[in-house]
């Protein structure tokens, strides 16, 4: 995993130092995501955190651990292999144990990026890959509601929403 953090900016040096708001402890995230990279990083810096992780490595497994488990967030790739991470994300807004399950679409891939926000059927966020521990707690955060909960919002994510360097 080493390499994959580069110097974080001022800002999200700034951000460091204020206390991190966390969801409670197991707190259950799943990453759909087939590089296990990502896969690591994320679970790593969830664990490290209080959540519960759950991992699967392509759309088709993601959706049945969805299934099983109803995890309070989840983080979803767009170019999986097999099922992309749109025809997930419609199937789990569709699923009535995932209907209201916040998901974060991840991609590293330009198009994908732009075909998402051309789209926009029905994901709570966006993280363009690479992204900075810094943005992924704040994006965490964004979802929590006072119970410190994950939840879904009304607000379709900012398009030009700064990135960092995890992925």
Known sequence: MKGLFKKESTSAQDRREKPRVNAPQGTRVLII???TTIQAVLKRLLLQNGYEVIEALDAEKGLELARQTAPHLIFL????PGMNGFAALRLLRRDIV????PIIMMSGNEQATEQFYAQRIGADDFMKKPFSRAELFARIERRLDVNLIPRRTAQP????EPTGPIG
Request: glycine fraction near 0%; charged fraction near 40%; hydrophobic fraction near 25%.
């Open 33 to 35: 995501d087939d590089s």
């Open 77 to 80: 790739d767009i170019i999986l």
């Open 98 to 101: 995932t209907k209201e399950t």
């Open 157 to 160: 994510p900012a398009p030009d």
